[in-house]
């Protein structure tokens, strides 16, 4: 099999209409609700908006065509003594997988980070998948000593 090359780019407000079908095959994996009109408009608004987080594209080949991508928001935390990230994307399409895109885009989003000043970086990931999280072990994610619970407060009665 030919390498490809792959380049790992700052995704800007030109890229939605190809990172939009890739956000749904990542909900449709994760078994999130996709919903195009609310999600597609966050996307673009953290596009256009560098201070909310970051987004990287894996564009392969000369297609250019993004194959992968993974979404950074920011944050503060006391305990990290200031800004830290939460990863909450992180996806590659299938046929591009096992030869270490996801590796890529991660390390470039930590790199990315820590230019920025960000202290920690948090991600959340399904117990069943064990190879995302041999993944983020072999980038010294650890288990947090608590677990997320998340209270939604846009669409949901108290």
């Known amino acids: 099999m030919e390498a490809r090359k792959v380049e790992i780019l700052q995704a800007g407000i030109g890229d939605e209409p190809a990172i939009l ?7 449709r994996t994760e078994g999130i609700d996709w919903k195009p009109g609310p999600m597609g408009a966050a996307l673009r ?5 560098g201070d909310l987080g970051l987004v990287l594209v894996a564009r392969e080949d000369a297609s250019r065509a993004v194959t992968g991508y993974i979404i950074a928001t ?8 200031g800004p830290d990230a939460f990863i909450t994307e992180l996806f590659v399409q299938p046929l591009s997988r096992g030869r270490g895109l996801g590796r890529a885009l991660l390390d470039a989003m930590i790199g990315h980070l820590r230019m920025r000043g960000t202290n920690a970086v948090h991600l959340m990931v399904r ?3 064990e190879r995302a999280r041999a993944l983020y072990a072999g ?8 677990i997320m619970m998340t209270k939604p407060l846009v669409g949901h009665d108290p």
């Open 21 to 27: 079908p890739l956000m749904a095959a990542f909900n």
């Open 45 to 49: 608004r953290l596009l256009g908006a």
């Open 74 to 81: 920011f944050g503060y935390d006391l305990e990290f003594a």
């Open 127 to 129: 117990p069943e998948n």
């Open 139 to 146: 980038r010294g994610f650890r288990l947090a000593p608590r």
